[in-house]
């Protein structure tokens, strides 16, 4: 049984790595929140259909993030090689069919989710340069999977941090046309974003040739494509990769509903999103370290101890999100300041913020159990439990957000009712469910 600091100790660089990768997302909004409103609207749904196809890419590398930590936790550690650099070749052949796909297909996709043509114009620039990134980001969630995997996480924080301080620097040059550079906008914003998945996909090479005992985990032979292999990360990584591509499909669904209520509602809604995407940092890495502690611990015989080890994990992550939220609550106007300095807007953020703050409670126990059941190799069950949540969320999405039109606070108690489906059913799979001895 993993003690406390066993736990933190895988968890605190994925947090870190997190927090730093995130600087992202909130450079980004809090830029172009101060070039208008189209423009932040625009980078919220052009982000939201990127990460749409990213997903596909990170559910893969999940699928292979198990077999490394299942493998890891026998000590069979040349094994864990090939799961690597075959899963890498599959992910950037995907990233190359992908990249094409979506170039061609952008302009007619984005005006089929989009009705306002000043947002079209601008997701289009946007997304257009964004996609580029699908090159270095589906091999960077790889390395990434790797590394949890073997539960060397120290190196993601180092990673993140890299490519943080390079997206924030040229963010800035870029989007306002500082340091000698161009005055791009949005698409400096996106190419910012590009260059900044370049330069940790060069750091995870580095790293991994200079610190890493090559011979130990097989990764010093890259052999032909083995098709075989791959067939075997895709019977458990194909489940990840439809849930988690479901998951950021009806989260756009979510965009596409406030789209239609205005400008002023899609631009709350993507200041409240980049908060809620902060918060959700302590909660994903801790679910991160369940999925990989429970492998890791199944795959060294201790599968009696799983539930006790997510009731552990669970208890630290809400411990952690009341102390978040608690901040949101104490200082709203100060947190959401940081995303735009207009003041009819700070207002109208602070009662979904609330909502969102009421729902992180929930879901600061409920990724943790859910993550916890694809860490036992049932990610087919993961799967079912997803869609079945995800139903209920598009149901009510669409009555809410496009029948009804409801204010954005009213919008976001969708995710109350998401996560208290997850938790209620995770809790259920998890005591009545045969799977203790799921083969992998």
Known sequence: MYTNKEIWRVTYPIFLGLLAQNVINVTDTAFLGRVGEVALGAAAMGGL?????????FGFSVGSQILIARRNGEGNYRAVGPIMWQGTAFSFGMAVCLLILMYFSAA??????????SIYEATYEFFTWRIWGFLFAFVNVMFRGLYIGITRTKVLTMNAVVMALVNVILDYALVFGELGLPEMGVRGAALASVIAEASSLLFFLLYTYYKVDLKKYGLNRFGQFDLSMVLRILRISCFTMVQYFLAMAIWFVFFMALERLGQRQLAVANIVRSVYVVLLIPVQALSTT?????????????????????????????LIMVVCVGLCVAFPGSILSVYTNEEALLVESVSALYVVCGAMLIASLANVYFNGISGTGNTQAALVLEVFV????ALYIIVVGMVIQAPVDVCFTTEVIYYVLMLGSSLIYLKKAKWQNKKI
């Open 390 to 393: 995800q139903v209920f969320y």
């Open 108 to 117: 007619p996709l984005i005006r089929l989710l989009i009705t306002s043509d």
């Open 290 to 318: 369940a999925n990989t502690l429970v492998s890791n611990l199944i795959g060294a015989g201790g599968s009696s101890g799983v539930v006790t080890l997510l009731h552990k994990i669970s208890r630290m992550s809400f």
């Open 49 to 57: 259909l990127y990460i749409c196809v990213y997903t596909i890419a």
